[in-house]
């Protein structure tokens, strides 16, 4: 089993910056790919920015050049910089593993934390 907490959301205005951490327990398979999703009501779950074990990244078009995320294995964490905030990014942020294994994926996620950007 894997655990995920992420933590580092609240309240921002337009412009601003905010870092999120996710801090993962548990075993992880090899070859995973660790990433950051958001969900904004009435909308479905999107993949915004994923990094591979080797530190491989991918962005969604809408936070390229805004949002940076990054891996500290040695403290097993993921984290995710938010710069230059807008209101269209206001969320609930979820911290995501994955692997293959034997042609079969498998999933953790987090419990989310609240993005809002607004003035």
């Known amino acids: 089993q894997v655990q995920l907490v992420e933590s580092g959301g609240g309240l921002v205005q337009p412009g601003g910056s905010l870092r999120l951490s996710c801090a993962a327990s548990g075993r992880m398979s090899s070859n995973y790919i660790m990433g950051w999703y958001r969900q904004a009501p009435g909308k479905e779950r999107e993949l915004v920015a994923s990094i591979t074990d080797d530190g491989n990244t991918q962005y969604a078009r809408s936070v390229t050049g805004r949002f940076a995320i990054s891996r500290d294995s040695a403290k097993n964490t993921l984290n995710l910089q938010l710069n230059n905030l807008k209101p269209e990014d206001t969320a609930v942020y979820y911290c995501?593993?994955?692997?293959?294994?034997?042609?079969?994926?498998?999933?953790?996620w987090g419990q989310g934390t609240q993005v809002t950007v607004s003035s």
């Open positions: 995501n593993v994955f692997w293959w294994a034997n042609f079969r994926r498998t999933d953790y």
